[in-house]
């Protein structure tokens, strides 16, 4: 078990990383606007998505760098881009995760409070369970 295990996460993470909020919430919302009308949509993207995801993962495990060195190599312009949408990303992101864990926390425990508000706390309070730094390694390294 401890052996498929460990198999198993790689892909995982990978999912974890690949698939997010916008993804849940944006397909089913596309799905009750348009029905099947663009699903040729969905495989488009799939099939232009999947080397960026292959290639990343075969790069850094053949060369032992992350795409961040290997961003840098090509110099100061593509640095500076992959920094800026990174920059932009991690804002994006993590206010739509905060955000629509909001909205769940709202509507699960009926509270009064507003969608940024609650956010804002949801955001502080990881923040501050991350900074503590004593959480459980769930992954089996040591």
């Known amino acids: 078990m401890t052996d498929w295990m460990t198999r198993l996460q790689p892909g995982l993470m990978l999912a974890a990383v690949a698939i997010g909020v916008s993804h849940l919430v944006q397909s089913i919302r596309a799905g009750a606007d348009f029905g099947l009308s663009i699903v040729w949509l969905v495989v488009v993207i799939s099939i232009l998505k999947y080397p960026a995801f292959r290639f990343a993962i075969d790069y850094a495990s053949l060369t032992n760098h992350s795409l961040g060195y290997a961003y840098s190599k090509l110099g100061k312009l593509p640095m500076l881009c992959l920094l800026i949408g990174f920059t ?24 009064p409070f507003s969608g940024p508000h609650v956010a804002i706390a949801v955001t502080l309070i990881s923040a501050l369970v991350l900074l503590n730094g004593k959480y459980a390694n769930t992954f089996g390294a040591s």
């Open 88 to 111: 932009v990303d991690i804002f994006v992101a993590t206010s739509a995760v905060a955000l629509v864990t909001a909205g769940l926390l709202i509507s699960v425990f009926n509270l």
